[in-house]
């Protein structure tokens, strides 16, 4: 396997961050101001001057005094969303909450929320944490933090009121299902660490491996499960599946390395920007011992996980079952500013799969279109529960190579593993068994032409590249894990 990349990069729902560029970055940046004409650097202080003026008019003269601070911070953000949806300004507080998220550790109390009719409901605690000791259930329903209403608060300043420093207490107020009044449950704060990783027997004989998202911990973990499972199952074991549906993305060092885990050689991932190039490629090594892998994603797969999809699939190591990935193929590099200033996300490179085809605001097309059976309560909501993906973000980068596509995507995962379609129909193509009563017409799932795949596990030749067409859907309710 190929040891860790030392610079920091991220790929959160398509962000990449790369910190050992950071330095590279400013001093290109000064250069490039220097060498431009002076026709042009007499234009660029004019624009800063006109900013100036506008800045001081407003300071001076608006109906009430402004807050400066948060001026500049807006003019800064603002300058960045012109550019396209993922380049951003973080704030110092939101920068910190980021490389917490890269970490994938924190203070906390060790509970996956969501928000509900205004307050906070519990997903599920995480094992061995503290909320789970404590007596937390999935389905609680959180009103107060320490005595104060979760009404009027929006999820992430709910989940920071949870989060803090290990060792201090935290009184959460509970609604539950089949009690009467609400009750407190006070709880220790420990450190979280993020479960990127999760994984299980199914079908009696395959591997299953649900990649969350991309952290710190998600090689390791990666490691660990594939080790499990090869314990458990010993030579019944018929092969794995990789779930990356709804996952939104993470470090690119770890996108590689999950890639690098299941192929021997070969290009996994390339990037193209204004002034150079990089690729990354695979080394010796099968974590998998040559066993078929299926890879499951659907519209809410992005940016790592779609670099982890296009590698296996380009190069025929993986069978790709779900519906259109969301298509988000730019790089963004995080620039920290001054102490305690923050950082920029900025767009810097596209990046491309090993065939060499850019899924921007086009996305991965499966190999077999499996939708999801929904159940009758959903049926009504099915457009809710679509998403056109990057193609459907207004501002986005331009494909340079090929047609977008912007038809939805089906997002929607069961939470019962039993009523799960895209599942089944991966076991039962491990198990050897047809899909095609699960598939939709071949027409549907590419007007291009689809390239077919072995699921014999081993790796083949770079296809010439898969055309994608689409089935995106709604982003899956914000979720926060204090």
């Known amino acids: 396997m190929r040891p860790m990349l030392k610079n ?22 000064a250069r490039d101001g220097a060498n431009a004409p002076a026709d042009e650097q007499i234009q660029i202080y004019r624009q800063l001057d006109l900013f100036g003026e506008v800045f001081e008019r407003i300071r001076r003269e608006y109906v009430e005094k402004p807050d400066t601070e948060k001026l500049i911070e807006a003019a800064i953000g603002g300058m960045l969303k012109s550019l396209d949806p993922h380049s951003s300004y973080l704030s110092a507080k939101n920068y910190r909450e980021m490389l917490v998220n890269i970490r994938g550790e924190f203070g906390g109390l060790g509970i996956e929320v969501t928000m509900e009719n205004g307050v906070v409901k519990v997903v599920s605690p995480i094992d061995d944490t503290p909320a789970a000791k404590a007596g937390v259930l999935a389905g609680d329903m959180i009103i107060k933090i320490d005595g104060k209403p979760v009404k009027g608060m929006t999820l992430s300043q709910a989940v920071e009121k949870m ?89 690119l060092d770890q996108a590689v390395a999950v890639s690098d885990a299941f192929l021997e050689k070969g290009e996994i991932v390339s990037v193209r920007g204004r002034n150079d190039a990089k690729r990354w490629d695979a080394t010796p090594g099968d974590l998998a011992g040559g066993k078929p892998v299926v890879v499951l994603i659907n519209g809410g797969s992005a940016s790592a996980s779609e670099i982890v999809a296009g590698a296996l699939q380009d190069h025929q190591r993986a069978t790709l079952i779900g519906t259109r990935s969301f298509g988000k193929g730019s790089v963004q590099k995080i620039i920290p500013l001054l102490p305690d200033r923050g950082a920029i996300r900025l767009t810097t490179e596209r990046y491309y799969t090993p065939s060499g085809r850019s899924i921007q605001a086009k996305g991965i097309m499966p190999d077999h279109i499996v939708e999801q059976e929904l159940p009758d309560e959903l049926k009504d909501k099915a457009d809710q529960l679509r998403i056109k993906g990057e193609a459907g973000l207004e501002g986005h980068l331009r494909n340079d190579q090929e047609k977008e596509v912007d038809a939805p995507s089906l997002v929607y995962v069961p939470r019962d593993k039993a009523k799960d ?35 014999d596990g081993k790796a083949g030749e770079k296809t010439g590249g898969a055309v994608a067409k689409s089935e995106d859907g709604k982003k899956p309710a914000e979720k926060s894990a204090p």
């Open 8 to 29: 920091l990069s991220l790929v959160l729902f398509g962000a990449v961050v790369s910190a050992g560029v950071w330095q590279v970055l400013d001093v290109a940046g």
């Open 163 to 251: 989060r803090g420093k290990v060792g201090t207490p935290i009184t959460i107020t509970v609604v539950r299902k089949g009690r009467k009044e609400p009750f407190d449950i006070r709880i220790v704060r420990d450190i979280i660490r993020i479960q990127s990783v999760k994984w299980s027997v199914e079908g009696g004989d395959i591997g299953y491996v649900r990649i969350t998202s991309f952290n710190e911990q998600t090689e390791p973990k990666l490691k660990q499960a594939m080790k499990e499972l090869q314990e458990k199952l010993g030579e019944k074991l018929k092969g794995y599946i990789i779930d990356l549906r709804n996952n939104p993305g993470g470090l």
């Open 421 to 455: 379609t895209q599942l089944k129909a991966a076991i039962k193509l491990l198990h050897g068994e047809s899909i095609a009563m699960l598939e939709k017409k071949p027409a549907e799932k590419d007007a291009d032409g689809k390239v077919a795949k072995k699921l």
